[in-house]
Every structure is written in structure tokens, then in C-alpha cells.
């Protein structure tokens, strides 16, 4: 009567049945994911560690994103050392700036993720795939390394926490709220050391790309990750896209297979935010009195074409970024990008008075491209509001989906988009 | 040896920034660690200094960078009411030693504490107390012991 997590993680121990949580078990990964960040400590660990050989290079996926284009010598140089490391190795699965994007939202264009896999990234936002089905989690570069040597880790077997989402959303409300909403309710480790499933109507309503917002977020409420179970929307996308075999996994559904199980009412959902200095300090925008200097659109959690289009929409002329907002716009990869560029929508964002780059974290981690200066504030699709997330310890993030911050951008502080 | 003590939810951006992620190296990075939130924690930690904290100690990002400032600034062990899961992975896997216990209330910057990892015992030398916790499952116990997941890898290669 196992979960989703225990079952993946069982059949990838060769066990032939069901992990149960609790247990240590040692399973194969699909694949192993590591950025420009993570990926030059876990090539340095391997090479002390594994015969050049031992490399399971077709499991390797190495992604230069987060302070691409480099911002200054230090980053251009393990930018560098992370490009020798890829072709040294000869890892197929690499991917230069303009040919790619932010690593998680690579992992899923480029058919990577895929329901029933096992996928293992160094870095936090891995449980991203899970919208599609997959048990995947963030490691750190030396648990990387490992993988890289023997295509095995070992895990813990998390209990499961249920989320059931019923109902329909109200205008404006998209995953990025949903997700908001229940870290508002069950704190920033809520899920700690636990696996997230989340089920309704709401959910089985919601695009692939809010999915994916809901699942990069299991993270911020200290799950390992957060999985949905895989619908005709994630076969659709997979088309002519995944890489190899899958096959789905999905719960047996017993309620007492569960550690807990919270249930919504989408319809009661605002528009939310997450106002400093961690996710679960949220409110309903509306509520919200705060003028911004910064509004960003971005990141692994809400740059997608879907999220484009929500925000493009509200900024048509004549309505225009506020005198006093910077907005700055960073598709999450380049094929967002280009398809931005298709549907008229860059134009649109350029119109406005906004600022557009190509896909990069930059400004997500504080790293460049968007820094905050002292008691500076900026709504953001991004996933963290820590202190000094984005820039100076004394600048402050608000967390919000695209829709939310769009229109704050054109009043020139936080706005329910239905109050436009 | 001295104590430092944190609150909850403290995150990997507070532990080492993100404008720091530029080297891997432990000692480097330990120059950095807290940099923005405690400014004096880097300048006067000591080898064998240990950390107690709240709970949900080093949510956030993935990076690794984290323990290893914390290796690198000469802690010896964190105590915390409970870790963020890729943290205590990381911790472990590098061979920081963890310790999920909730007495971050009854330890004081000033205290001077012993541990017996083994037992499961936090001797608190000043006030005259005694806390016990679970020892980390045997494994883990083993990878800590081998001086993390790589030594632990070629030790059973062999
Ligand atoms: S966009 Fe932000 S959250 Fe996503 S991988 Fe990059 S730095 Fe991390």
C-alpha cells in the first residue's frame, strides 16, 4: 500500500517491491545534475575519488546558469574550470550559455524528467520534476560526485505528506499561490525530511508549468520533494521530447499510507505573498501596503512561456512599468525565450519600459543582472526571500506569481491584479 | 571551545552568500561564513568551536559550500532542534558531525558542553546537566566515522 516516493525509490534498489519509509536504501539514478555553483566542487571530489574511467557520463547532465554570463574573473573562471571538467569527461549532456537555460527548467524541456525516474541534481530545486512524476531531490556536489562514480546513492525513505487542492481558483491564482498557501500553513518545515503528493481537482486543472511551480517549492517548506501524479498533460508534453523508456508510478491511495494529509479549497486561495525573510510569511496581496523599487520575473519557478503570456497580457499599452519600478524580465531558458520572441511578447515587456534578458539565475541568488541595493524592495516570481537573497542584507523580497508582480510593476507597489 | 548560537530557519544564504560560491574551498569559504547576519563569526571562531541552533538549521540552497565553511571555520559539531535535509545529508557526506537535539534553550554562548556521540549524551560542564538524543542511524554513523561518503565509498571498494 506504498506511496509514490516509496515506490520509485524501491524499484530503483532493485528491490522488486516497495521501499518502506524509514528505510536505507541504496538506488540507481536516471540522472545526475550539476550547475556552473555546484558542479566544479563535485568534478574536484570525483577526481580525488574515481578512476577517470568509472564516469557514467551518459547520466551526467552539467548546465552553466547561474552566473552566466559571467559577472566578474572569479565566476569566469569556474565557468571555465566546470567547461574543461565537461570535456575532459566528454559529457554529452552540456549545456553552454544560448544553448539551454536554468538547469531545472533544461532538465525538463530537454526530456530528462520523466514520471517514475529517479533524478538526483545538486542543487535545492530539483524536486521540480516531480510535477512530472518523478522522485527527484537536490544533493550536494560530493553526494554528485558519487553518483558520478557509481550511478548509485543512497537514501532515506521519506513518509509522505498528502495535499488535496478541490475546487476552482479564482482570476489570478495560479500554482505559484496554491504552493504559497499551504507554506503559509504548515511553515517553512512543515515537510522536513518528508516526500509531498498532492491531489484535486485544482491540481488535475492546472498547466504542467504551474505544476512545476508547485513542486520546485516542496523544497521551501523542507520536503525532499514534491510529486504529482502524471496525467495526459505530462505524456502530452513528452512527446517526441523524453529521452528513452518510462513508466509511470502512482499511490495505492490508502489514507493510513500517509503521515498527514491537508486539504484546500482552491476557491479560497488569494492571490498571495510571501513577504520577508522566509516563504511561509505569507498574506494576501490585497492586504498588502508596500512600495517596490524592483519587479522580477524570472527564475525556475515562474519564467516559463506560460508565465510570460500571464504577465505580458497586463502589461499591454497603455499600460506601462511604474516611473519608480525597475522590471526585469528573464525567460528561464532559451527556448522560452525564443518562443517569447514568437508570440510578440518581448516586444510587449520592451513597450512597457521593462528590462529583458537572456535566461540566466542572475538576480534569483543575488548573484548579477538585478542585485538589490540597501533597503531596496522587489516583488518576485522567485522561490526564496531570505535575508539578502537578492542583493544587500537590508533589501527585501517579496515572493509572488507572475500575475501579482506584473501588476505591481505598473502600480509601483504590491497590487492584487484584480484591482487593476 | 566556545559556543555560538543561532535561532531557527537559519538558511545557507546566512550561512555562506551567494556572492562567495565562487571557490570550494572549505578555508576560503570559512572567511565568509555568516558573513552578512554575524560578522564576528568568522573572525573569532576557533577549532572546536561548535554551533547550537533551532530548528530547520541550513534550509535553503543545496550548496555544499555551506558545511564545508562550517568544516572550514573549525566546527566540530552543530547541534540543532532539527536540520534541513540536503544540510544533514551534505554535513554527513563531508564528515560534519550532526546532532538533532532540542536544546538550543538550555545552552548558553558561555557553556562549556562535552559529548559523548556514542551514547547519545551532551554533558553541559557549566550548569551541571546532562541532555541526551538518538544517536544517527547506524550508517550514517559509519559514513561520519569513515569521514564521509567518499572515504566511506573506497573503504568498501577495497
Ligand atoms: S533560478 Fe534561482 S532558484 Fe532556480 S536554480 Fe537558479 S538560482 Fe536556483
Not at chain 1, 566544479?40 to 571530489?45: Q, R, T
Not at chain 1, 575519488?49 to 559571467?70: L, T
Not at chain 2, 551514547?119 to 550514517?140: D, V, W
Request: hydrophobic share 40%; net charge negative.
Amino acid at each position: 500500500m506504498p506511496t509514490i516516493a516509496e515506490k520509485i525509490l524501491g524499484e530503483k534498489a532493485g528491490k522488486g517491491k516497495a521501499a518502506r519509509a524509514g528505510e536505507i536504501v541504496e538506488c540507481d539514478v536516471d540522472y545526475v545534475m550539476v550547475n556552473d555553483v555546484t558542479g566544479v566542487p563535485a568534478f574536484e571530489v570525483f577526481e580525488a575519488f574515481g578512476p577517470e574511467q568509472s564516469i557514467k557520463r551518459e547520466k551526467v547532465v552539467v548546465v552553466q546558469d547561474h552566473y552566466v554570463p559571467n559577472k566578474d574573473v572569479a565566476s569566469a573562471e569556474q565557468a571555465k574550470a566546470l567547461r574543461t571538467y565537461a570535456r575532459r569527461y566528454k559529457i554529452a549532456h552540456y549545456y553552454e550559455i544560448g544553448r539551454g537555460g536554468i538547469c531545472h527548467q533544461v532538465m525538463i524541456e530537454d526530456g530528462f524528467a520523466a514520471p517514475g525516474r529517479l533524478i538526483i541534481g545538486a542543487d535545492s530545486h530539483t524536486c521540480s520534476y516531480g510535477a512530472l512524476g518523478a522522485f527527484s531531490t537536490g544533493v550536494g556536489s560530493t553526494e554528485a560526485a558519487a553518483a558520478m562514480a557509481t550511478g548509485t546513492l543512497w537514501f532515506k525513505v521519506p513518509e509522505t505528506q498528502k495535499f488535496v487542492v478541490d475546487g476552482a481558483l479564482q482570476p489570478f491564482v495560479m500554482g505559484k499561490d496554491i504552493i504559497l498557501h499551504i507554506i503559509g500553513d504548515i511553515g517553512v518545515s512543515g515537510s522536513l525530511y518528508r516526500a509531498q503528493e498532492f491531489y484535486g481537482t485544482a491540481i488535475e486543472q492546472l498547466s504542467l508549468s504551474d505544476r512545476i511551480t508547485i513542486a520546485n517549492m516542496a523544497i521551501e517548506a523542507g520536503a525532499k520533494t514534491g510529486i504529482i501524479p502524471p496525467d495526459e498533460k505530462v505524456f502530452t508534453f513528452l512527446k517526441g521530447r523524453v529521452r528513452g523508456e518510462y513508466s509511470p508510478v502512482y499511490a495505492d491511495g490508502h489514507r493510513e499510507d500517509y503521515e498527514k494529509i491537508y486539504e484546500y479549497d482552491a476557491a479560497e486561495i488569494p492571490p498571495t505573498v510571501a513577504r520577508p525573510f522566509v516563504p511561509e510569511n505569507t498574506a494576501p496581496a490585497r492586504d498588502l501596503d508596500v512600495t517596490i523599487d524592483q519587479a522580477y520575473l524570472g527564475s525556475c519557478t515562474n519564467g516559463r512561456i506560460e508565465d510570460l503570456r500571464v504577465a505580458a497580457a497586463l502589461l499591454q499599452a497603455p499600460r506601462r512599468v511604474h516611473d519608480d519600478v525597475r522590471m526585469i524580465i528573464v525567460p528561464a531558458s532559451d527556448r522560452v525565450f525564443q518562443q517569447a520572441i514568437a508570440e510578440g511578447l518581448i516586444q510587449t515587456f520592451l513597450a512597457a519600459g521593462a528590462f529583458v534578458c537572456g535566461p540566466t539565475c542572475g538576480a534569483c541568488l543575488g548573484g548579477h543582472m538585478g542585485v538589490l541595493a540597501k533597503g531596496e524592495r522587489c516583488v518576485s516570481t522567485t522561490n526564496r526571500n531570505f535575508i539578502g537573497r537578492m542583493g544587500h542584507k537590508d533589501s527585501e523580497v517579496y515572493l509572488a506569481n507572475p500575475a501579482v508582480v506584473a501588476a505591481s510593476a505598473i502600480t509601483g507597489r504590491i497590487t492584487d491584479p484584480n484591482e487593476l | 571551545m566556545r559556543i555560538w548560537k543561532f535561532g531557527d530557519n537559519v538558511d545557507t544564504d546566512q550561512i555562506i552568500p551567494a556572492e562567495f560560491l565562487t571557490t570550494g574551498d572549505a578555508k576560503a569559504l570559512a572567511v565568509h561564513a555568516f558573513s552578512k547576519v554575524r560578522p564576528e563569526f568568522a573572525v573569532a571562531v576557533q577549532e572546536g568551536d561548535i554551533i547550537v541552533a533551532g530548528s530547520n538549521f541550513g534550509c535553503g540552497s543545496s550548496r555544499e559550500h555551506a558545511p564545508r565553511a562550517l568544516l572550514g571555520a573549525g566546527i566540530t559539531c552543530v547541534i540543532a532542534r532539527s536540520f534541513a535535509r540536503i544540510f544533514f545529508r551534505n554535513a554527513i557526506n563531508i564528515g560534519l558531525p550532526l546532532i538533532e537535539a532540542d536544546v538550543v534553550d538550555q545552552i548558553d554562548e558561555k557553556d562549556q558542553i562535552e559529548l559523548d556521540v556514542d551514547r547519545g549524551l551532551i554533558e553541559n560542564l557549566t550548569k551541571q546537566e546532562a541532555y541526551s538524543f538518538q544517536p544517527l542511524p547506524l550508517f550514517m554513523q559509519q559514513l561520519l566515522k569513515s569521514g564521509g561518503l567518499i572515504k566511506y565509498i573506497k573503504a568498501q571498494q577495497t
